[in-house]
Nanobody, 115 residues
Framework: QVQLVESGGGLVQAGGSLRLSCAAS????????MGWYRQAPGKQRELVAG???????NYADSVKGRFTISRDNTKKTVYLQMNSLEPEDTAIYYC?????????WGQGTLVTVSS
């Protein structure tokens, strides 16, 4: 059974940085696609960044140039480095693992950016 646990969220001032981590348990992490999503109050969940099994990445336009997604297969962990944070980045951030028809979500970690 695959489980995901996010960490690294918190309160930060605008312009600051945070690094989120998502640790996976179970097997086959290295052949899974991983993604970070976020959901702000009253809004739908949206893709922030994704990284596939080959290391290819994609980003939402709103975070390009500010956020970087990476993975360490030896640690079964995916990271989201967030720089130049803005109040609009305030949301619960979720990690997702995708492998074939399997999708697993983490419990989320709250990021609050104060102005």
């Amino acid at each position: 059974q695959v489980q995901l646990v996010e960490s690294g969220g918190g309160l930060v001032q605008a312009g600051g940085s945070l690094r989120l981590s998502c640790a996976a348990s179970g097997i086959f992490f290295s052949i899974s696609d991983m993604g970070w999503y976020r959901q702000a109050p009253g809004k739908q969940r949206e893709l922030v960044a994704g990284i596939n099994r080959g290391g290819g990445t994609n980003y939402a336009d709103s975070v390009k140039g500010r956020f970087t997604i990476s993975r360490d297969n030896t640690k079964k962990t995916v990271y989201l480095q967030m720089n130049s944070l803005e109040p609009e980045d305030t949301a619960i951030y979720y990690c997702k693992l995708s492998r074939g028809s399997l999708e697993v979500w983490g419990q989320g970690t709250l990021v609050t950016v104060s102005s």
